[in-house]
């Protein structure tokens, strides 16, 4: 497999629901390379998520194909290639946040004292050690997130799926779990496929912005973001950071029009 | 530490009402006269439950063990339908009417019936009533509780690319349990009165039910009264005995999330 093989290509990708009467997704074209971080952006039903899903051979695209790491989706996920993560954080409420994090290892057989050592070196990545035995309702929404993370990076896969992660958390948590993302990432080296529809977020994380419209849900634009690496709380305030955001949204107002996302001015 | 001191003042009122409705019976008995076989004093009860004692606790051995298998029978096979229920839709929509209908059915009625089918004096009578009387709400909890993982967490797993066995075994069945213990709480007091009823319809003379049916009969009501005292320890018990249960196996929940 060579470097610069993408991890996700998505050919002529359609998806219909209802019948044929929803086109959630219309002729998706899209590569993901690797140690790409590629935010997934557009209003409410502009099929965002389900590419997403489509991509995790969760959902059956009704036409095109997926590959993943040089398979199909279907083997991809078979072979545990990718790693998920949700809006909640969708913890298992009768397992610790331990065993939590240790399920993916138990789905790979990993045996017990391997699960063990990365399990602790996963939460001290998330910053939840001394958490390891707490049930989940006893943690905060942030730090159940976190939990969540951990658990979709423990087995190290080559590609994360992000399901607007942090859209329930509040502005102050959110801000500061998109620096902890970037520091695994950067430590880790996954592709990482996020959705969101903040603007802000997704040009402040990513290495690239795929813009995408309703109705049917297409590819509006790419936007490459060209900030410095490592990204820091200083990059929410330089003017590169205001340009990008602005090319995102006229994107956005372009195709979506009265379709804006919900967001705050930045 | 403070779990414990927290549950002793949970039940610290509970306990004075139960103190004060004993104090108020016994005193209104005193103040009006009232007869003794309209309403005895607690203390004549009590008085009782203890010089009785060799007749009375084997018989309510004799039907704890009844309400007992009754319990097992009924809360098993509610699972096992549920399980079906669940795994194979057909079975389902053929079973799930005739369920709700059946259970529309005054089941005690059957009591006479069952005592036919099963020998009136055998003990198997009782289970299979108390049985009848447990298996739809265990039935019924567990299916609910069996759906009740979050379409989110199967697809967690599925992106685990776990098989629909290994989802029913992780996810399905761990969160169909605190349903489940709900429903048993309910069948274990079930199960007590199906075995008594079931008695005073007839049953071995060592029975509980029959025990108290032919005391109030005769007009003998403290010896009747102390039975129904010891029934009631004995589905108490029962039902404590389920909470130990589901303490050690629901282990997860929060203390608010308690129901009962």
Wanted: glycine fraction near 6%.
């Amino acid at each position: 497999m060579s470097e610069q093989q993408p991890v996700v290509e998505i050919r002529n990708v359609t998806k219909t629901f209802a019948h044929g009467n929803v086109t959630a997704l219309q002729d998706i074209e899209l590569d993901f390379h690797p140690r790409e971080f590629v935010a997934l952006i557009g209003p409410s039903g502009c099929g965002k998520s389900t590419l997403l899903r489509v991509i995790g051979d969760l959902v059956q695209p009704t036409s095109g194909t997926v590959t993943v790491n040089g398979k199909s989706a279907r083997q991809a996920r078979n072979d545990r290639d990718y790693g998920i993560v949700f809006q909640d954080s969708v913890l298992f409420e009768w397992r610790t946040v331990a065993k939590n994090i240790a399920l993916p290892l138990e789905m790979l057989r990993w045996d017990k004292a391997r699960r063990r050592d990365r399990v602790a070196e996963m939460m001290e990545l998330v910053e939840l050690k001394g958490f390891g035995d707490h049930y989940p309702w006893q943690l905060s929404g942030g730090m159940q997130q976190r939990a969540s993370i951990a658990r979709a990076f423990a087995f190290e896969p080559a590609l994360l799926l992000m399901d607007e992660p942090f859209g329930a958390l509040d502005e102050m948590t959110r801000e500061r779990l998109n620096l902890e993302l970037l520091s695994i990432w950067e430590r880790l080296q996954s592709t990482v496929v996020f959705v969101t529809h903040s603007i802000s977020e997704a040009v402040f994380l990513s290495t690239r912005v795929v813009v995408m419209s309703p109705r049917p849900g297409r590819i509006a634009g790419v936007v490459p973001i060209d900030l410095p690496s490592p990204r820091s709380a200083e990059t929410r305030e330089d003017p590169r950071f205001f340009e990008l955001v602005t090319e995102v949204r006229e994107l956005l107002r372009k195709r979506g029009e009265h379709l804006l996302p919900e967001e705050e001015p930045v | 530490m403070t779990l414990t001191l927290r549950k002793a003042g949970d039940w610290t009122p509970a306990l004075v009402v139960f103190v004060l409705v004993i104090a108020a019976w016994q005193g209104t008995i005193a103040a009006f006269h009232i007869q003794q076989f309209l309403l005895p004093k607690p203390s004549d009860i009590v008085k009782t439950f203890w010089t009785d004692r060799h007749t009375l606790w084997p018989a309510g051995w004799y039907t704890f063990k009844e309400a007992l298998g009754g319990f097992a029978i009924g809360s098993g096979l509610g699972m096992l339908a549920a399980t079906l229920v669940g795994r194979f839709r057909t079975f389902g929509n053929a079973f799930m009417p005739v369920a709700i209908a059946a259970n529309a059915v005054p089941i005690v009625a059957f009591a006479p019936i069952f005592g036919v089918w099963f020998n009136p004096l055998s003990p198997h009578s009782k289970m299979a009533i108390a049985a009848v009387l447990c298996f739809l709400p265990v039935m019924v909890n567990t299916m609910r509780g069996l759906q009740s993982a979050s379409p989110r967490q199967v697809e967690l797993m599925r992106s685990y690319a776990a098989s629909d066995l290994e989802i029913w075994r992780r996810v399905r069945v761990p969160a169909a349990l605190p349903f489940v213990f709900t429903a048993l709480k309910v069948a274990s007091v079930l199960a007590m009165i199906g075995a008594i009823v079931g008695e005073y319809f007839g049953g071995a003379t060592t029975a509980l039910g029959v025990l108290i049916n032919s005391d109030a009969e005769s007009f003998d009501f403290v010896p009747a009264w102390a039975g129904i005292l010891l029934a009631s320890m004995l589905g108490l018990a029962l039902y404590f005995a389920v909470v130990a249960a589901e303490r050690i196996v629901v282990r997860w929940a929060p203390p608010e999330a308690e129901p009962s």
